[in-house]
């Protein structure tokens, strides 16, 4: 049985210069701070996106920060 790969939570390093287009991560953090983009710069210095939120950016995903409505099944079961 094979294992099912999975995407990384963030984008990888080559997602992230194809987004912002640039290679220097001081150039790729300046775009994403003039875009408007949320991200977190990591130990190392490197951005790091959230592939949920660059998702949600493109129009492809849901807002991670949006609640999801969920019934309440136990108030309209038969008892």
């Known amino acids: 049985m094979e294992a099912v790969s999975r995407p990384s939570l963030y ?3 080559d997602e992230l210069i194809e987004l912002t ?3 220097l991560v001081s150039l ?3 775009w ?3 875009k408007g983009w949320k991200h977190e710069v990591n130990a190392v ?3 790091i996106v959230a592939r949920s939120y660059f998702e949600y950016r493109l ?3 849901t807002n ?3 609640r999801r409505f969920r019934p309440n099944l136990a108030a ?3 008892t």
Do not use: Y
């Open 28 to 30: 790729q953090i300046k």
């Open 32 to 34: 994403l701070v003039t």
């Open 45 to 47: 210095g490197r951005p």
């Open 76 to 78: 309209v079961s038969a």
């Open 59 to 61: 129009g492809s995903g």
């Open 64 to 66: 991670p920060n949006e």
């Open 11 to 13: 984008l990888t390093p």
């Open 21 to 23: 287009g640039r290679k």
